[in-house]
C-alpha cells in the first residue's frame, strides 16, 4: 500500500506528540564514534522479530493513541523484514518514519519499496559533509555521494525527509554548510542534536569528540539562521536554552520535547501503560523522570533561573569535565510552561493523522500486549529492548 501524503502546515501551536519509537535492533553496518550501541554484546543484537514489533504497533495505534511510529535501530534498513513492519504500520493508521544512514536507499528500488510498503517519511542522518561523514562513521565507501543519491532518489519518489545531525568537534564547521544542503535538497526539518553521553559513556570523564555548548553555540546559531533563511525547521535537541540567546524558541531540552511533533510520545516510548493521550501534567512529571534517568542536573547559576522548573540543565559527565559556569540564568518568576519559548516557533506539523484509526475498531487484545520496551532501569537503556539471539 502507499499512504496519502499528510499536507504539512507551519504551526506555532505546540501540542503532545502523538509520535511512538520502536527499535527493530541494534544491527548497523557503519560505527559512529559516538554511537550508544558500539558496546553492546552482538548477542543482544538480533533483529526484532516480526510478530513482536506488530504486536508493538497495535499497542502504540490502538491503546496509547499514537498516530506516527519512528524506526530505530541500529540502522532499520537492514531488518529483513523492515518493509513488512513498515507496511503493517501504515495499515493501522500509523504513519511511518525509518530513521536511517540513508546509504541503501541510493538503489532507488530499495527506495521504492518503502514508497510502496507506505513509508510517511525518513530521518536520515547527516553528520558532515563530504570526507567527514566516512570519517565520523568508520565503516563504508563513498558514504556521502550515496547519502546524496539517497535524498535525490526521495526527491526522484516525493518521499519527504528531514535530517539529523550529532554536533560533535569533527563536524562544528560544517554545521552552516548542513543546514544549506537541507535546502539545497529539500529537508524539511534539520534536528541539531548535543552528544549526549548517555548509557557507556556515562563514566567515561574525557570523551576526545565532544564540544563544550559554548565552542558549538557560535556555529550552531549561524547554522539555525541559514535553516530559516532557507524555509527548514531547525531544532536544537539537549543543550540548555541559556545557551543560544535570542533562538530560544528552537531548543528542546526533555521538558520540550513532548511539545514537538517529531518527538517521541513518553507514554508509549516507555510503556507507561497510561490509556490514551495523557494531560499536560502528566507529561511534565514524566519529562521529570527523563530528566533524572538520563542524569542532568542543575548547576549552581540554575538555582536563581527562572526557567529551572522547565529546563534539564547539564547532564552529569558534562559537568565533571568542564562545570558549570556556561549556565547564564533567566531573571524573573518562575517559568512553568515548557512551552514558554517554543510556542515562538513556527514548526511544521500535519493535518489531523486520523484519530479514530483508519475507520477500523479498537481490537480489543491490542489492550493486553505485553510491555513493547526492557522495564526502565538506571543501569538500563531505557526505552530500548535489547534482543537476544537464539542460541543456535
Ligand atoms: S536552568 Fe540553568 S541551564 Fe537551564 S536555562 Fe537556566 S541557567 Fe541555563
Not at 153 to 160: A, E, I, K, R, S
Not at 177 to 186: C, P
Not at 218 to 236: K, S
Not at 253 to 271: A, I, K
Request: with cysteine; hydrophobic share 35%.
Amino acid at each position: 500500500m502507499t499512504t496519502t501524503p499528510l499536507p504539512p502546515v507551519w504551526s506555532t501551536q505546540r501540542q503532545p506528540t502523538r509520535r511512538g519509537v520502536l527499535w527493530l535492533g541494534l544491527r548497523c553496518d557503519v560505527r559512529c564514534k559516538f554511537c550508544y550501541d558500539e558496546l553492546v554484546s552482538s548477542r543482544e543484537k538480533a533483529w526484532m522479530p516480526v510478530g513482536e514489533a506488530t504486536a508493538a504497533l497495535d499497542k502504540f495505534r490502538h491503546f496509547y493513541g499514537n498516530e506516527f511510529v519512528d524506526f530505530m535501530g541500529g540502522e532499520p534498513t537492514l531488518h529483513p523484514q523492515a518493509l513488512d513492519i513498515v507496511a503493517h504500520a501504515a495499515r493501522i493508521g500509523l504513519r511511518p518514519t525509518v530513521i536511517t544512514h540513508g546509504m541503501h536507499l541510493a538503489a532507488l528500488d530499495r527506495a521504492r519499496a518503502y514508497v510502496e510498503a507506505g513509508i510517511h517519511d525518513f530521518l536520515v542522518s547527516i553528520h558532515g559533509i563530504g570526507d567527514t561523514v566516512a570519517e565520523i562513521h568508520g565503516r563504508g565507501r563513498d558514504n556521502f555521494a550515496r547519502q546524496m543519491a539517497a535524498l535525490d532518489n526521495l526527491n526522484t519518489l516525493g518521499v519527504p525527509f528531514r535530517f539529523n545531525v550529532t554536533m560533535i568537534r569533527d563536524n562544528l564547521t560544517e554545521l552552516e554548510a548542513i543546514a544549506d544542503l537541507a535546502g539545497e535538497k529539500g529537508a524539511r526539518v534539520v534536528n541539531f542534536l548535543t552528544f549526549n553521553p548517555y548509557f557507556e559513556w556515562t563514566a567515561q570523564p574525557e570523551i576526545e569528540f565532544q564540544a563544550r555548548h559554548s565552542d558549538i553555540a557560535p556555529y550552531l546559531a549561524r547554522a539555525i539562521d541559514r535553516c530559516t533563511a532557507h524555509g527548514v525547521e531547525a531544532n536544537v535537541r539537549y543543550m540548555p536554552p541559556c545557551q543560544l540567546p535570542g533562538r530560544e524558541a528552537h531548543v528542546y531540552t526533555g521538558y520540550q520535547l513532548p511539545y514537538d511533533p517529531h518527538e517521541w510520545d513518553y507514554n508509549s516510548w516507555y510503556d507507561a501503560g497510561h490509556e490514551g493521550p495523557p494531560s499536560p501534567q502528566w507529561y511534565g512529571e514524566a519529562s521529570q523522570r527523563q530528566q533524572q534517568r538520563h542524569h542532568y542536573v542543575h548547576v549552581p547559576a540554575c538555582g536563581g533561573c527562572a526557567l529551572q522548573p522547565v529546563c534539564d540543565g547539564f547532564q552529569a559527565q558534562y559537568v565533571a569535565r568542564w562545570g558549570g559556569d556556561e549556565a547564564v540564568p533567566y531573571a524573573g518568576p518562575p517559568i512553568t510552561d515548557p512551552t514558554h519559548f517554543i510556542q515562538g516557533q513556527r514548526k511544521l506539523s500535519y493535518q489531523q493523522a486520523d484519530p479514530a484509526g483508519d475507520g477500523t475498531a479498537e481490537p480489543a487484545a491490542a489492550k493486553t500486549h505485553v510491555g513493547t520496551h526492557l522495564p526502565v532501569g538506571d543501569d538500563g537503556r531505557a526505552g530500548v529492548k535489547r534482543v537476544r539471539a537464539t542460541a543456535p
